[in-house]
């Protein structure tokens, strides 16, 4: 004989509201404002960081020189994600390790605009702001290739 | 084994919601303190330990996601989770690795942004899917049905409970870290709106941000870095059952396993007497009144004497909860650890306002879970 197996489907389904603080506030602010994207540097180490933070993680003391970076970057690497995600916004997205002018951090957005054909390590790109915008970093669009 | 201390603590300013700050940026608050505490630098720090409850930021990795605030960059960074003993369980998990001496100095943190997520929706993550989160889960109700238990085997009222908010939110007034500093009466208890009876509004913990972060030294440092270090002399936990239907409620069976069993390894006979202070996990009313008869401080039904005497406020034979306990302040993944913290600032004489005298011995505990416990205790003497 033997035993059927039952199993229990369900949803975990728990709302969050995560604070920005103060210091990414303003940096979302600016973005969504002014189109501007901030930095800040640490006073010890000098390492400018975009997105900024609070306080420097290898230094242990707060940041607050603030200064404006980019809006122009370098293309450190990238990809193309052909598999499908719900975390995806779309389908086939390129996604870029952007360093951008007078930063000495990088971060992951997106490029658009673009084939796998014309993307190059090295390659100045520049942000598409969204025509609406509400503080997050999707009020940049993507990046794509600067002419 | 090596004999270890905690050799400075601190603690960010809890409150109802601190959205001025991401949780990285509150937890390099407490760590930034604690350092302070220690007059110590990151580069002195062996390793780190970070704790919070799993689902409540719905951050998964908080010890990767926090490195830049969690001090652990290019460090053994490790997180240690148990639900409501998180920090309970972080503190004994500092004692067990400095003990161990694989690390000499150890930052331990835990922490809590209660303000980012609904935390009974959360809790309700911890319990067994097809059996108990459909029928009964959450934190309040389980705690009810201890309270109601607990009232009809001894006739204990709603009047004693409320003695032990009023006590506890008194004590809070003093520590300028607390969240709820407000002094709260009898009548406001009783009148406070009813949650799940018995338990009314100010009878349960408030939901906190807050973080708190400790170091622990062995004793080839502590000396060195601290006065007064605050030596773990101890520890002992029971984590008995994993289903609520399995518990048994009176006494709180695993607090009453532990406190035996850490009693018995330190000759302690009458608590009472013997212990200074207490800094206990009680996050509901009626806890602080059957839990301390758990702990051995009075006779079964009788720890609402003990309350109404005010052998336990500050000032009495026994103060228990002079930071202004967990019925002030929970930011829940750091609450254990804070009991820690508030020990060992009253060994070191570093309590402020709040600082009691003479505190020669002091235990804290942690509550969480299915009714778990744990339970530390520390000493101002070094260990022979
Ligand atoms: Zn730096």
């Known amino acids: ?147 | 084994m090596k004999r270890t201390a905690i050799v400075g603590c601190g603690q960010t300013d809890h409150n109802g919601n601190r959205f001025d700050v991401t949780g990285v940026e509150l937890i390099q608050e407490a760590v930034s303190r604690a350092l302070q505490d220690a007059e110590l630098t990151l580069d002195d720090i062996d390793g780190v330990v970070i704790g919070n409850m799993d689902h409540f930021e719905g951050i998964n990795g908080v010890e990767l996601w926090s490195i830049s605030g969690n001090g652990g960059i290019l460090k053994p960074t490790i997180k240690l989770t148990t639900g409501g003993t998180t920090g309970s369980t972080l503190a004994i998990g500092g004692y067990h690795l400095t003990a161990s001496g694989l690390f000499n100095k150890l930052l331990v943190i835990g922490w809590e942004k209660n303000s980012e997520s609904d935390t009974t929706g959360a809790i309700t993550t911890a319990f067994d899917p097809v059996w108990d989160r459909l029928v009964f889960a959450g934190a309040i109700s389980g705690l009810a049905v201890e309270a109601s238990a607990y009232m009809r085997k001894f006739g204990v009222t709603e009047k004693d409970a409320a003695r032990a908010v009023v006590r506890d939110r008194k004590h809070a007034v003093k520590n300028p870290h607390a969240h709820l500093r407000r002094e709260v009466t009898l009548d406001e208890v009783l009148r406070a709106p009813l949650l799940s009876d018995p338990i009314k509004a100010l009878d349960i913990c408030p939901r906190t941000d807050g973080a708190c972060a400790v170091i622990f030294a062995n004793e080839d440092y502590a000396e060195k870095i601290c006065p007064k270090p605050a030596w773990v002399l101890g520890a002992a936990n029971r984590h008995p059952y994993a289903y609520l239907g399995d518990v048994e409620w009176y006494p709180l069976k695993s607090l009453d396993l532990a406190a035996k069993e850490l009693y018995a390894k330190l000759g302690i006979k009458e608590p009472l007497k013997e212990i200074n202070l207490m800094e206990l996990y009680t996050p509901y009313s009626f806890a602080n009144l059957s839990w301390i008869e758990a702990l051995g401080l009075a006779k079964p039904g009788e720890g609402a004497k003990l309350i109404w005497d005010g052998v336990t406020d500050a000032g009495g034979a026994l103060p228990i909860n002079l930071s202004g306990g967990v019925l002030s302040t929970n930011p829940i993944g750091a609450t254990g650890l804070i009991r820690a913290a508030e020990c060992a600032h009253q060994i070191m004489g570093r309590a402020g306002e709040r600082q009691a005298e003479g505190v020669k011995k002091a235990l804290s505990t942690g509550f969480g879970g299915c009714f778990w416990s744990d339970i530390l205790i520390y000493g101002s003497e070094k260990p022979s």
């Open chain 1, 1 to 147: 004989m033997t035993t059927e197996i039952l199993t229990h489907p369900s949803r975990i389904k728990v709302p969050y509201t995560w604070s920005a603080g103060e210091t990414l506030s303003r940096f979302f602010k600016a973005l969504r404002d002014e189109q501007k994207i901030l930095g800040i540097r640490c006073p010890r180490c000098q390492k400018v960081y975009a997105p900024p933070k609070k306080t420097c993680g290898t230094c242990f003391v707060e940041c607050s020189e603030w200064l404006e970076v980019g809006p122009s970057g370098t293309l450190l690497s990238f990809t193309q994600a052909s598999y499908v995600s719900p975390a995806h916004r779309s389908s086939k997205p390129f996604f870029g390790l952007i360093r951008l002018d007078g930063a000495d951090t990088a971060f992951f957005h997106l490029l658009g605009e673009t084939n796998l054909q014309s993307l190059k390590i090295g390659i100045k790109v520049s942000p598409v702001f969204a025509e609406k915008r509400t503080g997050s970093i999707l009020d940049i669009l993507y990046f794509r290739a600067a002419n």
